[in-house]
């Protein structure tokens, strides 16, 4: 129900445009096996767009995590990165497991989607694997001392864990709050919020908001409403950003109050968020 | 100094302006001016992918009014879907109704939907006092029709929007506080689709946001019928303090 950088992605981007070729489901799955990679690479991101939660589309699309046809001069595997990103938005449980062996793909994106569509499906199953591949950016309880560390999607993995309440990840998480690259800061804030439920770490995306770089109040942005943190409202909707980031993360503050409240008439703090999205339509 | 010299220095720092945060500055110093003449740079000012500025040129906008919207209605940028949405919201926020086919069309057909959003919501702002009486009923007719269309749009902001203009709009027809019961057809349209629409959509936030409707037009509709009660059953009788004892 929250918004997720992918969802971000949706309306930013692919929603903004009227939807290119037209596809069959038929032909969607049938082209995921075709000759042509351009085709397949399409087909996959297509099952997604549309998430085509046939049984056949899900095993053709898990079948394509092993692709070795669809390569990139660097190594990468295009045709995995969209069939990862496919089965998150899909939400088969059969894609669990599979996905779990994508962490240890050498791709990075491939593994930056998986942790992304693990977080989506929400099986706790994953989370050992997932703090695995966190440890690989730490030296016992600290982060690894030759900074800054790239080699892993450490920002997609901690907002997994965090999304998942793996809260016996704590102190691995809570190093990464020190980390060099101001997304992974974010990141970590973001699960330890969720993890401890502290204020301190959410105002701290919220002090994030007022920084200079649009990029990364975009990513706050998400954040925010992918936690629901109410005292947020009134920073999120003065941040200098695009009104249809802060309006989709306006929406998770109030997804958040109603799904938080018992009562059947609305909240003080709904009602608020309601007013300020209305300011920004 | 006229304000046809402040408008000629403030222009020109925006034009001149070699950084994104000296960018948002001037085009904040031109747009709290409010000088006419600044309209042309303002609506420039959509287009330079920099939100902060586009907001402040909106707001701008808006603050000078209807002088603004003959040039937004002609400059309107068809190519750079960003700048068309900052200029409908601003055609949006003034309410004029000459850019009524513009958010009409918009907010029907346009591929972005930051456009649709802020179309739809500029539907129910519309400043009605500018139509003749005899004209307002044809109009709200059609604005409706358009509306409950938007209610079906695929994005769940588009039909946020239309719920908070189908809220207005209910609220700006004259009730039947004759009798409470019978409500203008129009409105009566309106009630029946937000029913459903809390009913039916898929989606939490446009659900929750339909409920806050229904709760504000209930509570003007109350209010409405309270004071007419109150008119009617309470003729004039001078107190002098009798009740307060």
């Known amino acids: 129900m929250n918004p997720s950088p992918q969802k971000i992605e949706d309306l930013s981007l692919t929603s903004e445009f009227a939807d290119g070729e037209s596809l069959t489901v038929e032909q969607a799955i049938a082209n995921?096996?075709?000759?042509?990679?351009?085709?397949?690479?399409?087909?996959?991101?297509?099952?997604?767009?549309f998430r085509v939660c046939e049984?056949?589309?899900?095993?053709?699309?898990?079948?394509?995590?092993?692709?070795?046809?669809d390569r990139t001069p660097e190594g990468g595997y295009p045709?995995?990165?969209?069939?990862?990103?496919?089965?998150?938005?899909?939400?088969?449980?059969?894609?669990?497991?599979?996905?779990i062996a994508c962490l240890d793909c050498s791709d990075y994106y491939v593994r930056e989607a998986a942790a992304q569509s693990l977080e989506m499906l929400g099986d706790v199953v994953c989370i050992s694997a997932l703090g695995k591949l966190l440890k690989a950016g730490l030296e016992g309880e600290h982060l690894k001392s030759k900074q800054p560390d790239l080699s892993q999607p450490y920002d997609a993995i901690l907002e997994a864990l965090g999304r998942l309440k793996a809260t016996e990840y704590i102190p691995l998480v809570k190093p990464f709050l020190e980390h060099p690259i101001e997304v992974v800061q974010y990141a970590a804030a973001r699960a330890m919020y969720q993890l401890t439920q502290e204020p301190s770490y959410a105002q701290r995306l919220v002090q994030a908001l007022a920084g200079d770089k649009l990029q990364l109040r975009r990513a706050v942005l998400a954040d925010l409403g992918a936690i629901g943190y109410l005292p947020a409202a009134e920073a999120i909707s003065e941040t200098l950003a695009e009104n249809s980031l802060k309006l989709i993360s306006l929406k998770g503050l109030l997804e958040h109050q109603v799904n938080h409240t018992t009562a059947s008439s609305l909240s003080e703090g709904a009602i608020k968020v309601m007013n300020l999205m209305d300011s920004l339509l | 100094m006229n304000n046809n010299d402040l408008a000629q220095i403030l222009i020109r720092a925006v034009e001149e302006a070699d950084s994104s945060e000296r960018l948002l500055d001037a085009v904040q110093e031109l747009a709290a001016a409010g000088i006419e003449e600044s309209v042309p740079t303002l609506i420039a000012a959509l287009g330079y992918n920099n939100p902060g500025?586009?907001?402040?040129?909106?707001?701008?906008?808006?603050?000078?009014?209807?002088?603004?919207?003959?040039?937004?209605?002609?400059?309107?940028?068809?190519?750079?879907?960003?700048?068309?949405?900052?200029?409908?919201?601003?055609?949006?926020?003034?309410?004029d109704l000459r850019a009524l086919d513009t958010l009409l069309e918009a907010a029907k057909t346009d591929f972005s939907l930051s456009v649709r959003r802020a179309a739809a919501r500029g539907l129910g702002t519309l400043r009605w006092y500018q139509l003749p009486s005899e004209k307002v009923e044809s109009v709200q007719t059609q604005v409706i029709d358009a509306l409950l269309l938007i209610s079906e749009d695929p994005e769940w902001v588009v039909r946020y929007a239309a719920v908070t203009s189908l809220e207005t709009l209910v609220k700006a027809m004259p009730a039947a506080v004759?009798?409470?019961?019978?409500l203008p057809d129009g409105a009566s349209r309106i009630t029946h689709r937000l029913e459903q629409m809390l009913d039916t959509d898929a989606d939490l936030g446009v659900r929750t946001r339909v409920k806050f409707a229904q709760q504000k037009i209930q509570q003007q509709q109350h209010q409405e019928v309270f004071a007419l009660k109150t008119k009617q059953e309470q003729p004039e009788v001078p107190h002098r303090g009798g009740g307060r004892r």
């Open chain 1, 32 to 49: 995921l096996q075709g000759v042509d990679l351009g085709l397949r690479f399409y087909a996959a991101w297509w099952l997604g767009r």
């Open chain 1, 55 to 69: 049984p056949a589309a899900v095993r053709g699309l898990i079948r394509a995590l092993e692709d070795e046809a």
């Open chain 1, 79 to 99: 045709l995995r990165r969209n069939a990862v990103r496919a089965l998150g938005k899909i939400g088969d449980g059969q894609a669990v497991v599979p996905l």
């Open chain 2, 53 to 95: 500025a586009a907001v402040a040129a909106v707001d701008g906008l808006i603050a000078i009014g209807e002088p603004a919207v003959g040039p937004l209605l002609k400059l309107i940028d068809d190519y750079n879907y960003g700048a068309r949405a900052w200029a409908v919201r601003a055609l949006a926020g003034i309410g």
């Open chain 2, 178 to 182: 004759n009798n409470a019961i019978t």
